[in-house]
């Protein structure tokens, strides 16, 4: 395994400490400046545009973060920093701008976002984009396929498969039903053997991480952490919590 000791040794904040209340809006530079602020490990997630460079946000359309619409892999890059978000004078960044902020000071875990449609190049401009940065980063995907390409083009960078139990929200209902109980029973694990598990907080504890955490000591990171009950589940099933909503 390849989960070095940073990755569980501070809170992560979801998104990076974002608050939408006071125009901090999540993924944003202004996220991740509070988040460094407070000395917190930072999640964020990437995507590509349609020109093939990693940009930070979460959403496959454009409408719940900004003043623009339609989906987000239409645009490219250029288009897309130019986007005005709500609530902010932010704009989107880069996953090198990203790197060129942080700097180092605290661990990423950067969630790679897909379509689960086994295109892999967000996974490949990753890594050559993480190949020249000295600070601690992880990457991770609730898709197989993009854990095991990280594997492949990349195999010194820890990786993570971010999971549920059931995958019982209607967002997963493109799945079969023998996929959901594929994944939520790591049974792709001799394909991607990940170096740590990102797990749904509500459905924890759950068999396949704790036989796996217990037989290869492999750490589990929990998400998202919101409520007090939350944290409890987290500090007594996970090594770490990924967390939003409040400051701990």
């Known amino acids: ?16 400490l974002h608050d939408a209340a006071r125009g901090i809006i999540e993924n944003t530079p202004s996220a991740v400046a509070a988040a460094l602020a ?11 545009s349609a020109d093939g460079e990693a940009l930070v ?8 973060l900004t003043h623009a619409t339609g989906p987000f892999h239409a645009l490219n890059a250029a288009a897309l920093k130019a986007v005005e978000m709500r609530g902010t004078a932010d704009r989107m960044m880069t996953l090198r701008e990203l790197l060129d902020q ?33 600070g601690p980063a992880a990457l991770m995907s609730f898709d197989p396929d993009l854990v095991a390409a990280v594997r492949r083009f990349a195999p010194h960078i820890p990786r993570g498969i971010t999971m549920e139990h059931r995958y019982d929200d209607p967002e997963w209902d493109m799945l079969s039903p023998a996929t959901k109980f594929a994944w939520g ?3 792709h694990f001799p394909r991607t053997r990940p170096d740590f598990i990102a797990h749904y907080v509500k459905e924890l ?10 037989v290869t000591g492999l750490p589990i990171l929990t998400w998202t952490v919101r ?14 919590m990924i967390f939003e909503g409040f400051t701990p």
């Open 57 to 64: 946000f979460h959403d496959d359309d454009l409408d719940r």
């Open 1 to 16: 395994m390849n989960a070095p000791g940073w990755l569980t040794a501070r809170p992560v904040a979801h998104r990076a």
């Open 102 to 134: 942080v700097a180092g000071r605290v661990p990423l875990v950067i969630e790679l976002k897909s379509r689960f449609d086994g295109d892999t190049a967000v996974a490949a401009r990753a890594a050559e984009v993480l190949a020249g940065y000295d």
């Open 227 to 240: 409520s007090e009950e939350d944290r409890r589940t987290a500090a007594r099933h996970a090594d770490q």
């Open 185 to 187: 029973n790591l049974l």
């Open 205 to 214: 504890p759950a068999t396949a991480p704790s036989i796996l955490k217990r």
């Open 38 to 48: 407070r000395n917190y490990a930072i999640e964020v997630d990437i995507q590509l």
